[in-house]
């Protein structure tokens, strides 16, 4: 039989056979690769308990995120979305891939003189070998782009993509949703058989078969100037948000609530009394970049 991670990998790609499923499935191994994607999807978090107040963490993004599971979970997870990231990507040895880390922005000049803007958390992967004449980009995350004209410009992401000839937007695709901010230009969004086209100054979000339009006053993404913005948002998400600006983890096990409006990236207390108060609740910092949120 093949080794587990080819095997991880074809069974993403649907192509396992038979007799490779029917011997994982026997051996125990099938169960763990569920729990294991399941695990990295969801991360699910146990409620922390640390007495001694964390103070090392007002204003300094640390580089190492901290999750409270055991060595064998942990190389099973990272594994796991290594070959979730690599099958999605399709990636190839011609392939450019570009990554920011949690707490990290990442820059990326194309070819064309396009630029790419990664927020944190987020990658993306394209083709060099015909670039002037096939321009697509794989994304995961969120990214704002200045593109150069010319050939068609096209964002691939798990929920829609976005086309545009020259122009500059935004697009995030976390969360099971895809939004999208259009800056200059006009873009055209394509998702689940549908369309829809932007012009300066209109955004959409879209998520499962539900699509809201919005107008935006800005000229470019909010989050290049330092500030997340949310529109009715669910409330885990806003803590996965700033987990991810702030490299850490969020303890929140409240009542399930949406959030509109934003928080700061350059103060972590800052940023957790913009989320909580208008919500009522409270928080305190704990040690290892844990985050406890509640009424």
Not at 15 to 33: N, T
Not at 284 to 293: A, F, M, T, Y
Request: charged share 25%; with cysteine; net charge negative.
């Amino acid at each position: 039989m093949p080794d587990q991670d080819t095997l991880y990998a074809r069974w993403l790609n649907g192509d396992i056979s038979p007799e490779e499923e029917k011997a994982l499935r026997s051996s125990g191994e099938w169960a763990e690769l569920d729990a294991i994607i399941n695990a990295a999807n969801s991360f699910t978090l146990p409620r922390y308990d640390h007495d001694d107040a964390y103070k090392a963490l007002k204003s300094k993004k640390k580089d190492t995120r901290v999750l409270p599971l055991n060595a064998k979970w942990i190389m099973g997870i990272a594994a796991s979305v290594s070959v979730l990231v690599a099958a999605y990507f399709v990636l190839t040895p011609t392939h450019t891939l570009i990554s920011a880390a949690y707490a990290e922005n990442q820059i990326h000049h194309t070819s064309d003189e396009s630029i790419i803007v990664l927020n944190d958390g987020s990658s993306i992967s394209y083709a060099e070998s015909d670039w002037k004449n096939e321009r697509i980009v794989n994304l995961i995350g969120e990214a704002s782009f200045d593109v150069t004209e010319g050939s068609p410009f096209i964002v691939q992401t798990a929920y829609g993509q976005v086309e545009v000839l020259g122009t500059t937007f935004n697009v995030r695709s976390w969360d099971n949703a895809i939004s999208v901010e259009c800056y200059t230009g006009r873009v055209k969004v394509t998702y689940g058989g549908k369309e829809a086209v932007l012009a300066k100054g209109k955004g959409v979000k879209i998520a499962g078969n539900n699509s809201t339009s919005f107008n935006i006053d800005h000229n470019s993404a909010k989050w290049q100037s330092g500030l997340s913005i949310f529109r009715s948002e669910r409330i885990e998400n806003v803590f996965i948000e700033l987990g991810r600006q702030y490299n850490v983890v969020v303890d929140y096990e409240g009542d399930r609530m949406r959030f509109s409006g934003g928080f700061v990236h350059d103060d972590i207390n800052n940023a957790l009394y913009q989320i909580t108060g208008p919500l009522g609740l409270s928080y305190e910092i704990k040690p290892d970049n844990i985050v406890r949120v509640f009424k």
